[in-house]
């Protein structure tokens, strides 16, 4: 979970700015030759944690209740979510082999290409090639070779709204074009396909589909993802597809994976074990090329993934030794355990959120951990947007909730809700009283 702690920053709601006097003087006068990257800037002030630490500079440190964390998505910390003790004893079994104590190869040791990719075959049509398989240091490190790969000049990327911001922190600081399409909320959040069409163009390289989608909690229907893998083919864009939330489903949309579609068009697969072992801290994912024609090798674009993953760093090399035996062997009581609870903080979340007045759900979650929820200013007297609401949220009731602004939805919220039950219905209380207490008072006649 994200510190909650406030970094020693502004209090500004703008990216830092380094003051100077002129290019590259301090007050001193003196001329240093190095000073603050405006690109970094810009770019961090997309991501979740400068949201997080954003509200946390406005919590109230006199306030003695807990603060209660609905804006990020990490349920480690909590009794109910406690990774299965056969994956800790596998990090332990490897650490004490010493057999895993020396630098990793490029793409990762053979034994743990192995596993991922008889892991991820599961439930296909056909088997992945541990050839086909590059692991990483979690999904955002997945997230950063990629889009460090694709960044070449001139071209462009097809990100959705509201979309996971790590994508757009990465594309914007590697100057890679960003072009949004939107996911329809009257349609179940499904990616407006005619909106792709009109975006895209011959410097377009890929297009981002995020399913179970983060941060809307929806799960696309293979008729969907098929309709999606045949407009990206009629384009020729790679379909990059987040996958980090394959096996966190409790709805009635049974989960289809875009690399049954990969005779259609080149995917790219990308996942971790972060969520399903509730485990984030571990860094462990991957990237796989899914490429029947051989579409992605022949444009060279495979070689280039591996030049960057050797000029990149590895996931921990004992967490790979122990990725065979944490697939393997890590019980399917565990797994249930945690759907369960998701299920039903899923299901109080959107039932407690029917009677807050100023927040509106348009569809009930059925995977990852969280939902959005549109945020209905009109009925509300002292608050002009979501950034303002999360920020007198954060302040008055101790209680974090992410502004859709920073998963590229202004004016809606997302909130998590993979906590304890009942710290999630004490969340859920704090943030009716909130919405109570801001509400427009009706007139006397």
Known sequence: MESL????????????????????ETGGGKRWNFGANEVVELSCSQNVRYFLNLLADNLD?????????????????????????????????????AQFNHYSTTSGLPIARK????????????????????????????????????AVPGANILLPRPSYPMYDSRAAFSQLEIRRYDLLPENGW??????????????????????????CGNVFSRQHLQKIAETASKLGVLVIADEVY??????ETPFVSMAEFAEIVPVMLLGSISKRWCVPGWRFGWMVTLD?????????????????????????TFIQGAIPDILEKTKEEFFSSVLETLRECS????????????????????????????LELSVLEDIKDDLEFCCK???EESLIILPGRSVGLKNWLRITFAVEPELLKDGLSRLNKFALRHSKKKQQP
């Open 292 to 316: 029947p024609h051989n579409i992605m090798k022949d444009s060279g674009l495979v070689h280039s993934l591996a030049n960057v993953l050797n000029m990149s760093t590895d996931p921990t």
């Open 115 to 150: 596993a991922v990719a008889e892991y991820l075959s599961r439930g296909l049509s056909y088997q992945i090639c541990p050839n086909d398989v590059h692991l990483t240091a979690g999904c955002h490190h997945a997230i950063d070779v990629l889009i460090s790969t694709l």
């Open 393 to 395: 949220l954060a302040k």
């Open 190 to 215: 499904e990616v407006d396909l005619d909106a792709v069409e009109a975006l895209a163009d011959d410097k377009t390289a890929a297009i981002l589909v995020i399913n179970p989608c983060n941060p």
């Open 5 to 24: 702690k406030s970094p020693c920053t502004t209090h500004s709601l703008t990216p830092l700015k380094i003051k100077a006097n002129k290019m590259g």
């Open 61 to 97: 440190r006199n306030d003695s209740r807990p603060v209660i964390p609905l804006g990020h998505g990490d349920p480690s910390p909590f009794p109910s979510y406690r990774t299965d003790p056969a994956a800790v004893e596998a990090v332990c079994d490897a650490l004490r082999s």
């Open 246 to 251: 394959k096996d966190i489903t409790f709805g």
């Open 347 to 374: 299901e109080s979340c959107y039932e407690e959120i029917k009677k807050i007045p100023c927040i509106t759900c348009p569809y009930k979650p059925e995977a990852s951990m969280f939902t959005m929820v549109k």
